[in-house]
C-alpha cells in the first residue's frame, strides 16, 4: 500500500481451519522512487512469485451504487462491465472510454431494486501502477479499493445471522475515515469520511466528533430503511490511539453498543508481535485488509 509518506507491505496466509496467519508486516518511509521500493521488495518478499494486491488511495477512483439492469445476472462479466460503464458515464468526472471499470453485486434483501457497485478509475491513474510492478518484474495480480480491503476485515468480525458495521479512521494526519456495512462478506454500504484518526485524538474535537457521529448515525439508519432484515448488534471501530474520550462519546450517543476492534483477536500474529499494538494495527489497516483478498 502507497501512502503519502510510507508504504506498507503486508504478507498474509488464508487458512480454513485457524484464523489467517501474519506472516510479515513492515511499513517505512517512502523515499526515493516507488519504482526501487518495489524492486527492494521484490529481492525481499519474492513479489515475484506472490499474489500481490495493491491498494489505490481515496480520490484516486469512484465507488457508485447503481441500480442493476434487469438482464444483469444473464451476462457475462465482462459485458456487464460494458454495460455499467456506459450507465455511469455521466457520474464520473474522466472520460469512461479511458477508465478501468469493475462491478460487484450488492444481495437482493427484501423488496429492494437489485443494485450494483461501480468501481471506476482513470487509466490515468491506473496504467502508472500497472507499470510501476511491470518495470520491477513483481507480479501484480489486482487493483483492489480501501472499502473492499476493510470489507474483507469487517468478515472476520461478523457474527451469524448479522451484519458487520465497521469504522477506521486513517492514522495519517491528512488521511479519512471509512464506515462499511457488510453481510456474508459482501459489502452493503459505505461511506467516506473527512475525518482522520489525528484529527479526532485531539482534545479540541469535540465538534468533530459530533460531525461524525451524525455522519455514522445516517448511515445506519439508511441502512436500517433499506435493509431491515439484517440486524446489526454492534458498531466496531477500528485501531484509534489516543481516541478514547471520540470512542466513549459514540458509544454514549448511538444505539447501538460500540466494541473495539482488535485485529490481534482475529489474525494470528505470533510472527509479527509487534501488530498487537494498537499504533502498529491502525498504521497497517488497510494494507491487512488487502492481504486478504481471495481471488
Known amino acids: 500500500m502507497f501512502g503519502n509518506e510510507r508504504i506498507a507491505v503486508v504478507d498474509v496466509e488464508r487458512r480454513t481451519d485457524a484464523p489467517p496467519c501474519v506472516r510479515a508486516c513492515d511499513s ?3 523515499s526515493g522512487s516507488d519504482l526501487d521500493a518495489v524492486r527492494r521488495l521484490k529481492n525481499a518478499k519474492r513479489l515475484a512469485r506472490q499474489r500481490c494486491t495493491t491498494l489505490l488511495a481515496h480520490g484516486q477512483y469512484q465507488l457508485l451504487q447503481v441500480e442493476a439492469p434487469d438482464e444483469a445476472r444473464d451476462l457475462p462479466r465482462e459485458e456487464l462491465r460494458e454495460a455499467m460503464r456506459w450507465r455511469v458515464k455521466e457520474m464520473v468526472d474522466f472520460p469512461v472510454d479511458r477508465a478501468g471499470i469493475d462491478v460487484l453485486e450488492i444481495p437482493v434483501s427484501g423488496g429492494r431494486t437489485s443494485q450494483l457497485w461501480v468501481v471506476a478509475a482513470s487509466h490515468d491513474v491506473l496504467r502508472p501502477r500497472i507499470h510501476l510492478f511491470q518495470d520491477a518484474k513483481a507480479r501484480l495480480d489486482a487493483i483492489d479499493i480501501p472499502e473492499l480491503a476493510q470489507r474483507n476485515l469487517a468478515t472476520l468480525f461478523e457474527e451469524e445471522g ?12 491528512r488521511g479519512g475515515g471509512h464506515l462499511t456495512i457488510s453481510h456474508r462478506g459482501e459489502l452493503f454500504m459505505a461511506r467516506h469520511i473527512e475525518v482522520s484518526g489525528p484529527e479526532l485524538a485531539k482534545s479540541s474535537a469535540e465538534a468533530l466528533h459530533e460531525r461524525v457521529l451524525l455522519d455514522i448515525q445516517r448511515t445506519l439508519d439508511n441502512f436500517d430503511r433499506n435493509y431491515s432484515a439484517i440486524p446489526l448488534t454492534r458498531l466496531w471501530v477500528g485501531p484509534l490511539p489516543g481516541g478514547e474520550a471520540f470512542v466513549e462519546y459514540l458509544g454514549a450517543n448511538l444505539s447501538l453498543p460500540v466494541v473495539r476492534a482488535n485485529l490481534a483477536e482475529v489474525f494470528d500474529i505470533a510472527a509479527v508481535p ?22
Open 28 to 30: 517505512f518511509a517512502r
Open 274 to 295: 509487534a501488530l498487537a499494538d494498537s499504533a502498529a494495527q491502525a498504521e497497517n489497516w488497510l494494507a491487512l485488509g488487502a492481504a486478504l483478498r481471495d481471488s
Open 162 to 173: 448479522r451484519g458487520a458495521a465497521l469504522v477506521a479512521f486513517d492514522s495519517r494526519e
